[in-house]
């Protein structure tokens, strides 16, 4: 997907992924002017492309938590589960009432477990107005928040959404540029900025690195990682999550070459080795 100047911080989402092409037929006008008020809603950020949601506990964030998944991705991670959820038109158009309102059914479990709402993705700072919007809602409601990004866009998000953002789940792909180019197709530069951000601002951080044999087990990517995120002091853990192949259906279903076919998840011992990489350097790793 082509870069873009972003019109706005909160309104990348159009310059991104803005839908599915010219329309031809005889209800062009209508279908045009209907695409362009979807636009404006996405960008103001009372309606959200929604991937999927799901009630989960102990996966993304203290407690049990509803997790929104976003469409929309600028990425393309080589061992993305979800590559359903990269493009923006693919998603479901969703107001923003209608998810605050199954938001609402759960609150007393919330309490209970003192768990939350999770944004996750592809990449929920595509939609950086209703992530606002969202948070803002909920921390009103006092319902903890989880924003689970890569930082790939953390330019994206304004102060005012990161004022209600309670935990950021941080996606550190690899710690040298050459590998974080070679696993995302991106650059590393602007996650380190974004963590450098929730650091000054002393949010909660879980950073989640993910091992896959060959690709960013070397020790030296593994040890620009922990460098990078043993100097953020807000960050509460290192989660290192074995790599697996269950994505690679979704990649064939897509028709989309799959490039870690025959890639076997990480043997204990390579677990354990990357695990205490980060331990050297004082920090929390699960």
Known sequence: MPNAAFPSKECAVVALDSGDGP?????AP??????????AAIRAGTVASLHSWELVT??????????????????????CHNPDTWKMRDGTVTDIEEILTRIRRYEGVFTATKGGVTVSGGEPLMQPAFVKRLFAELHGRGIHTTLDTSGYLGASASDALLDNVDLVLLDVKSGLPGTYREVTGRELAPTIAFGDRLAERGIAVW??????????????????????????????????LPFHQMGEDKWNRLSIPYPLHGVTPPDAALQDRVRGQFRAHGLTVF
């Open 58 to 79: 102990a996966v993304d964030g203290p407690g049990t938590r509803l997790t929104l998944f976003l469409s929309g991705c600028l990425l393309r991670c080589q061992y």
């Open 207 to 240: 950073v989640r690195f993910v091992l896959v044999p060959g690709l960013t087990d070397a020790v030296d990517n593994v040890e620009a990682v922990a460098e990078i995120v043993a100097r953020w002091p807000n960050v509460e853990r290192v989660e290192v």
């Open 30 to 39: 209508d279908a045009t002017a209907a695409h362009h008020a979807e636009m």
């Open 23 to 27: 329309v031809t037929d005889a209800a």
